[in-house]
T-cell receptor, first 116, second 110 residues
Framework: GAGVSQSPRYKVAKRGQDVALRCDPISGHVSLFWYQQALGQGPEFLTYFQNEAQLDKSGLPSDRFFAERPEGSVSTLKIQRTQQEDSAVYLC??????????????FGPGTRLTVL | QKEVEQNSGPLSVPEGAIASLNCTYSDRGSQSFFWYRQYSGKSPELIMFIYSNGDKEDGRFTAQLNKASQYVSLLIRDSQPSDSATYLCAVMDSSYKLIFGSGTRLLVRP
């Protein structure tokens, strides 16, 4: 389909391992967001890209978290030296443009990360 | 105090009733408000957005915004068991990110 896709859907990592989560936004969408959703909570903002520029990374919980979108399309969220508290669903969302009329964010299915 | 507050529920209503979901927010300058529905194990999907004070209707759904009181609500008329889900209220801040509440779990009893 033409929606936001994410891979892998599920990831189990041993504590200390590095992981990389991929997001393919809707084609032509300028804005891309990463959110983290813990069990029973609402999504929490991690970082925002407009094209290839990372305009806001204020939500990244530590310097172990790194995100990139080098060509303004696919994005990767990398977590180094994973900890148990990193276990969550990582949601990617994209929107057409940061204008009021076009800023509906469409969410991907998420990657469920479990750190053992 | 969280920026967006919702009662966690569960809110239980019989089939055919009106479900009323409420949300308050702390940033008085907020301009855009969203209601997302999230089924268990699925990603959020947008139900409605509202920018102006007053009511906005779309089918069985009505969003209500009162900026003076800093609350936004969602009414679901003729509730169906398929409406059972978690409803997330979100506020868009000036840098376009969504700030979500923790969600209200709605149960519609057949």
């Amino acid at each position: 389909g033409a929606g936001v896709s994410q891979s892998p859907r599920y990831k189990v990592a041993k504590r200390g391992q590095d992981v990389a989560l991929r997001c393919d936004p809707i084609s032509g969408h300028v804005s891309l967001f990463w959110y983290q959703q813990a069990l029973g909570q609402g999504p929490e903002f991690l970082t925002y890209f407009q094209n290839e520029a990372q305009l806001d990374k204020s939500g990244l919980p530590s310097d172990r978290f790194f995100a990139e979108r080098p060509e303004g399309s696919v994005s990767t969220l990398k977590i180094q030296r994973t900890q148990q508290e990193d276990s969550a669903v990582y949601l990617c969302a994209s929107s057409l443009a940061p204008r009021l009329a076009d800023n509906e964010q469409f969410f991907g299915p998420g990657t469920r990360l479990t750190v053992l | 105090q969280k920026e967006v507050e919702q009662n966690s529920g569960p809110l239980s209503v019989p089939e055919g009733a009106i479900a009323s979901l409420n949300c308050t927010y702390s940033d008085r300058g907020s301009q855009s408000f969203f209601w997302y529905r999230q089924y268990s194990g699925k990603s959020p999907e947008l139900i409605m957005f509202i920018y102006s004070n007053g009511d906005k209707e779309d089918g069985r759904f009505t969003a209500q915004l009162n900026k003076a009181s800093q609350y936004v609500s969602l009414l679901i008329r003729d509730s169906q068991p398929s409406d059972s889900a978690t409803y997330l209220c979100a506020v868009m801040d000036s840098s376009y990110k969504l700030i979500f509440g923790s969600g209200t779990r709605l149960l519609v009893r057949p």
